[in-house]
């Protein structure tokens, strides 16, 4: 999850780098552009007390020996992005994105990588005559200007279902949310999240990095409004019963969603363990257009638990989805039988 702001870069901390002799064949301004990458890192990644910098930047400058451009540097960035243990972030470079991917097995849930190929959109129905569904999936537009449309079709999807009906609980299935961005989600939701902290970002060290609040249906940031979203229907009754579903592809604003619900009265999730995205993203420019992004904070939730790696469902199952037949879905199923005991 990427968060709101982009920090630019106007320090260095290879200044004794720099002054030795450039014995690696690497153009000045090509070393002086590498310098400011490494510094980003060193600065800003998540993992950068557990890497003995003088020793990275020696192996750097050797990996890019003989460099002239920027442009040879970029086999470089996925290297880095491993030696600070960061799968979650990238570097930008004329249109391309250069990041590390963490070895892990295989994801073999075929129901779900099928349906991620449609690209679906938001889906909202009954089932059994009393319970809202509500399926969010990723969403790619970071454009700040449409978070509040982008939330308010969410809201309005709930309203859709919760018009003149007393449901008795909700289903916000999280298995194709495969990231994106975080504020349209919660804000969108806000009327199931109901009002109130719902979680954050935390530096390294326990530092609050910025609160997700819900005010009156609205998202903020701390004290910062992110959206204005109109209530069209009478809100769900507070803590409402909600059964969240995941997979092993629900990830980044996935999870922040997932986390936002976690500790809530009345909810409880049922799935997969996530993906293991659970950690913000900062950018960071560099020059001639290009970026890096990384992971900087750990993401927590309401009661201040700090998620390092997956969430991990409060009723494991893993398979048996079926997306074409509900009936057929063993977590939509289990998550019934909770909502039919819940009150």
Not at 112 to 117: M, R, S, Y
Not at 206 to 234: A, F, H
């Amino acid at each position: 999850m990427r968060k709101l702001f982009f920090v630019p870069l106007f320090l260095s901390l290879a200044t004794a780098a720099q002054a030795q002799h450039n014995s690696y064949g690497i153009t000045d301004s090509v070393k002086t552009y590498l310098d400011k990458s490494l510094d980003v890192f060193q600065t800003y990644a998540l993992h950068r007390a557990e890497v003995d910098w003088p020793r990275l930047r020696e192996t750097a400058y050797a990996k890019a020996a003989g460099a002239t451009t920027y442009e040879a540097l970029t086999p470089l960035y996925p290297f880095l992005f491993e030696q600070v243990q960061d799968h979650h972030g990238w570097y930008s470079f004329r249109g391309k994105k250069y990041g590390w991917s963490k070895p892990t097995p295989p994801y073999a849930n075929a129901a779900v990588l099928d349906e991620l190929k449609k690209k679906p959109g938001v889906r909202v129905r009954i089932l059994n005559k009393n319970v809202g569904y509500l399926l969010i999936p990723g969403n790619s537009d970071f454009g700040m200007s449409n978070v509040t449309a982008n939330a308010q079709a969410i809201r309005d999807s709930i309203c859709r279902v919760q018009q003149g009906r007393r449901l008795k609980g909700w289903i916000v299935d999280l298995r194709l949310n495969d990231g994106g961005n975080m504020y349209p989600m919660l804000a969108g939701l806000g009327s199931l999240l109901g009002d109130g902290l719902l979680g954050g970002f935390v530096e390294p060290r326990g530092e609050s990095s910025g609160q997700w609040i819900i005010r009156k249906g609205d998202m903020y940031v701390d004290t910062n409004r992110v959206t204005r979203v109109l209530d069209r229907c009478p809100s769900p009754k507070k803590n409402v019963p909600v059964a969240v579903l995941l997979s092993g592809r629900t990830a980044s604003a996935g999870e922040v969603v997932a986390i936002s619900f976690a500790g809530r009265p009345n909810a409880r999730s049922f799935g997969e363990p996530s993906a293991g995205y659970t950690t913000a993203n900062d950018g960071h420019k560099l020059p001639g257009g290009a970026g890096l992004t990384l992971a900087g904070t750990y993401e927590v939730d309401r009661n201040s638990r700090a998620y390092i790696d997956k969430v991990l469902p409060d009723v494991e199952i893993i398979g048996g989805d079926n997306f074409t037949t509900f009936a057929d879905d063993q977590k939509i199923r289990a998550a019934l039988r909770w909502l039919k005991k819940a009150r």
